[in-house]
T-cell receptor
């Protein structure tokens, strides 16, 4: 089993500002994942973050908008930059361990 | 990864078995079938996975057809706490690669 925590759990932000979401795992893992879940929708992968290298972004997501850091094997951050109301979503981090993936509780972001 | 098709929603009476179907007709030989669920306002939770044999754990049973083109997740005695969105995913990469979520089935357990 694995325990993943995220900070903040929720936030309300003004458009044009940026928010950094932190993800902490209790095990050392090579790959961490960031997902977005828009209201009423399924999860969409934003990027895969490997420790010590640039994150790999999925189609439709770019580094300038969603910069990711991965400074060590237990921690990652996702920044949502220059936010607009369309960025209002739940953002989740995840990690793989053997045959399972584990997910954090999510960060609920509302952009006004 | 192969695509999956699931019903949008299902209801189940509390205490009865919930049978959630999934079609994955393009599954390849090395791809596993995984099930996750997402209870409201929480991150997804792993339930079970299998390759071709039926599997059972403390949460559920997974029945995979012989041709592997479909599967059924069975919750033997559904409780109100089982109300969630259930995702069927096929992947050859275990837990270490990205997971592609479909739309899932919204299971409502009714008292």
């Amino acid at each position: 089993s694995a325990v993943i925590s995220q900070k903040p759990s929720r936030d309300i932000c003004q458009r044009g500002t940026s928010l950094t979401i932190q993800c902490q795992v209790d095990s050392q893992v090579t790959m961490m994942f960031w997902y977005r879940q828009q209201p009423g929708q399924s999860l969409t992968l934003i990027a895969t973050a490997n420790q010590g290298s640039e994150a790999t972004y999925e189609s439709g997501f770019v580094i300038d908008k969603f910069p990711i850091s991965r400074p060590n094997l237990t921690f990652s951050t996702l920044t949502v930059s220059n936010m607009s109301p369309e960025d209002s979503s739940i953002y989740l981090c995840g990690m793989g361990f053997y045959n399972e993936q584990f997910f954090g509780p999510g960060t609920r972001l509302t952009v006004l | 990864d192969a695509k999956t098709t699931q019903p949008t929603s299902m209801d189940c009476a509390e205490g009865r078995a919930a049978n959630l179907p999934c079609n994955h007709s393009t599954i390849s030989g090395n791809e596993y079938v995984y099930w996750y669920r997402q209870i409201h306002s929480q991150g997804p939770q792993y339930i079970i996975h299998g390759l071709k044999n039926n599997e059972t754990n403390e949460m559920a049973s997974l029945i995979i057809t012989e041709d592997r083109k479909s599967s059924t997740l069975i919750l033997p005695h559904a409780t109100l706490r089982d109300t969630a969105v259930y995702y069927c995913i096929v992947s050859d990469s275990g837990g270490y690669q990205k997971v592609t979520f479909g739309t899932g089935t919204k299971l409502q357990v009714i008292p």
